[in-house]
Nanobody
């Protein structure tokens, strides 16, 4: 079992920045690929970014490439999402998801953190 807790959300003006954190407890953190997803009101949850277990690779949705950066600190069991040049369309609840590398059917979600970008 892995518990995930997101933090760092809030209200920011367009063009501003926020850094989200996803703190994990439980199993060996480095055995999990970590993803960020987001869900805007009335819309489906969509992929934002992912990072491999050793930070060797990262992937981003086209809508956030060049503005968002995902990183992780396995020693602190934490993944970060640095969000720059925020736009109103980035407004959503942001969730992290831990995906077990040895069994794709095993994954865990955090409770989410709200990000609101005003125009």
């Amino acid at each position: 079992q892995v518990q995930l807790v997101e933090s760092g959300g809030g209200l920011v003006q367009a063009g501003g920045s926020l850094r989200l954190s996803c703190a994990a407890s439980g199993r060996t953190f480095s055995n999990y690929i970590i993803n960020w997803f987001r869900q805007a009101p009335g819309k489906e949850r969509t992929f934002v970014a992912s990072i491999s277990r050793n930070s060797g690779s990262a992937d981003y949705a086209n809508s956030v490439k060049g503005r968002f950066t995902i990183s992780r600190d396995n020693a602190k069991n934490t993944v970060f999402l640095q969000m720059n040049s925020l736009k109103p369309e980035d407004t959503a609840v942001y969730y992290c998801k831990a995906h077990y590398i040895l069994n794709p059917s095993v994954y865990y979600w955090g409770q989410g953190t709200q990000v609101t970008v005003s125009s």
